[in-house]
């Protein structure tokens, strides 16, 4: 069964960089055909898709935070990280990791979140 | 991209049906069959209930149903049960590998 776990600091201090790490277990990242990603809900709020990643490599960003957002993957740990910079209070949320089936776009293993507060 | 429309809340007795809709675009619901369905309990990850529009994964019971017509798509509940109270988000793939999710529908059992 497919697993994955999300990992890194709940606590953030404006104009930093948040820095999360997913790490799969159960399955191979390299699979043909899936994606891997980052969701992130707001206290009390809705989904928003962050991005994207292959394992070759090749990214896909959300366009209202393409320009904060870094994604990447590391095959031979098994693991794939986001890294969003400058963040604010508005950043504060829920980050869950997910394999996104490339051929439909759902998401269809989820990890159980981690809260990042951004907080001085 | 704008996040798909969905109704903040919707409700039923056991047993009867609720649908929920999920309205977009002719730029992502309208124009692709790629849209799914989650639901979340409290405190918890989302869980994948319908992709492809109407597509039911392994393990979802078939009370579980999707649909869509233009820009909107729908996701039926039969015979509700209390488990199925929850939070619900449908996704649509928007083009150009992006993703855009609804506001969610608070599903209350009566």
């Known amino acids: 069964q497919l697993q994955l776990q999300e990992s890194g600091p709940g606590l953030v201090k404006p104009s930093e960089t948040l820095s999360l790490t997913c790490t799969v277990s159960g399955g191979s990242i390299s699979s043909s055909g899936y994606y891997w990603g980052w969701i992130r809900q707001p206290p009390g709020k809705g989904l928003e898709w962050i991005g994207s990643i292959y394992y070759t490599g090749n990214t896909f960003y959300n366009p209202s935070l393409k320009s904060r957002v870094t994604i990447s993957v590391d095959t031979s740990k098994i693991q794939f990280s986001l890294k969003l910079t400058s963040v604010t209070a508005a950043d504060t949320a829920v980050y869950y990791c997910?394999?996104?089936?490339?051929?439909?776009?759902?998401?269809?293993?989820w990890g159980q979140g981690t809260l990042v507060t951004v907080s001085s | 991209q704008s996040a798909l429309t969905q109704p903040p809340s919707a409700s039923g007795s056991p047993g009867q049906s609720v649908t929920i809709s999920c309205t977009g675009t002719?730029?992502?619901?309208?124009?692709?069959?790629?849209v799914s369905w989650y639901q979340q309990h409290p405190g918890k990850a989302p869980k994948l209930m319908i992709y492809?529009?109407?597509e039911r994964p392994s393990g979802v019971p078939d009370r579980f149903s999707g649909s869509k017509s233009g820009n909107t798509a729908s996701l039926t509940v039969s015979g509700l049960q209390a488990e199925d109270e929850a939070d619900y988000y449908c996704s649509s793939y928007a083009g150009s590998y992006n993703l855009v999710f609804g506001g969610g529908t608070k599903l209350t059992v009566l």
């Open positions: 002719s730029s992502d619901v309208g124009y692709y069959n790629y």
């Open positions: 997910a394999r996104r089936d490339g051929s439909g776009s759902s998401l269809d293993y």
């Open positions: 492809a529009v109407t």
